[in-house]
């Protein structure tokens, strides 16, 4: 069992899922998995500090699943839980409850009565089933969920992607608005993602990925629409070369690159110049097909 929140299933938490298959071999085909906990810990320990979620908990279950993890024990994090001394954790809860064979963690972890466990108790419980995994680095940042989403609030997508190995992903259903878009000859499909982690307020470039599978480019507004004074954190984007329509469906955004801040403009014809500036940026940036997944 690889132990820990996996919020983001990055770059960094693929590297502990390989080393739990590597285990699992060396263990007969112990079945691989993980121990993970909710709520988020934080959200427990210090509700005002609480980040937000990368990830909704089935799309983490369906990575994890992906990943090819047979098993998940999902632990309620209790202060109870929380009070638990590293050597009572393991004993108690991953060997009688669970009956945990060999663990894998990242090697920084900490856990147990105030974070006071390392991974010196772990291999304490586990002897040599007890594995450390190096962090994984990439463009001098270590790959981990609070830098991860640092990244994503201040609008840096694309080292964001670095980091997951994967675009940032927005996916949600496609809700009526108030068509302005559609009158000025660039209709948008309004996305309710209910998504708690969003990029910083702006354009940007981003791939839709249709209800049949399709993907083709598209340019994406996050925010508040300040020329037509809209309400609330709005998502828009603008799908290039094709017509459809989406209302009611699911729609997914990959965000792959942010283009420009958000702004006020004095007039619809400003805006419209600025709108297809923004789509030849988003070509360059996507190329003109626009068809990677």
Known sequence: MAIGNFDGLHRGHQ?????????????GGAPPGVVTFAPHPVRVLAPKLAPPLILR?????????AAGLDVMFELAFTPGLAALDAATFCRAILRE???????VVGEGFKFG????????????????????VPSVREGGYICSSSKIRELILLGHVDAAASLLGRPYRIEGKVVRGDARGRTIGVPTANIDSGRELLPRVGVYATRAILPDGRVVPSVTNIGLRPTFQGEGVRIEAHLLDVTVDLYDQRLSLDVVARLRDEQRFNGIDALLAQIHADIAAARAVLGASGSRP
């Open 97 to 103: 409850r669970l009956g945990v064979a060999g663990v």
């Open 15 to 27: 590297a502990l899922f390989a080393a739990v298959h590597t285990l699992s071999r060396r263990l």
């Open 113 to 132: 009565a105030r974070a006071e466990g390392r991974f010196a108790d772990l291999a304490a419980a586990f002897g040599d089933h007890a594995v450390a």
């Open 57 to 65: 908990p089935d799309e983490k279950e369906q990575g994890l699943r």
